[in-house]
């Protein structure tokens, strides 16, 4: 089992920014693969930005290129997501995920709630 917290989630304003982050526990961090997926009220869950367990490779929704970046610090078994230039599009929750596999994930966070809003 993989225990994932995420964290930084809050209101800001329309071109602002916004770190999150999320603590794993539980198993050998390096081993997983990590997402960031976000949801909005009466949407699917979505996407947002993979890194696999090297850092080598980082993929993210095109909605979110260039504004958002997602890193790990395998030392303090903790992903990142930096949000910059937010839009009132991307308010949303937000999750972290913990999979072997680079394009599934088995391990899911809480969630954290921004809000992009003037």
């Known amino acids: 089992q993989v225990q994932l917290v995420e964290s930084g989630g809050g209101l800001v304003q329309p071109g602002g920014s916004l770190g999150l982050s999320c603590a794993a526990s539980?198993?050998?961090?390096?081993?997983?693969?990590m997402g960031w997926f976000r949801q909005s009220p009466g949407k699917e869950r979505e996407f947002v930005a993979t890194?696999?367990?090297?850092?080598?490779?980082?993929d993210y929704a095109d909605s979110v290129k260039g504004r958002f970046t997602i890193s790990r610090d395998n030392n303090k078994n903790t992903v990142y997501l930096q949000m910059n230039r937010l839009k009132p599009e991307d308010t949303a929750v937000y999750y972290c995920?913990?999979?072997?596999?680079?394009?599934?994930?088995?391990?899911w966070g809480q969630g954290t709630q921004v809000t992009v809003s003037s």
């Open positions: 539980g198993r050998t961090f390096s081993d997983y693969n």
């Open positions: 995920a913990a999979g072997r596999n680079y394009a599934h994930f088995d391990y």
């Open positions: 890194i696999s367990w090297s850092a080598s490779r980082t």
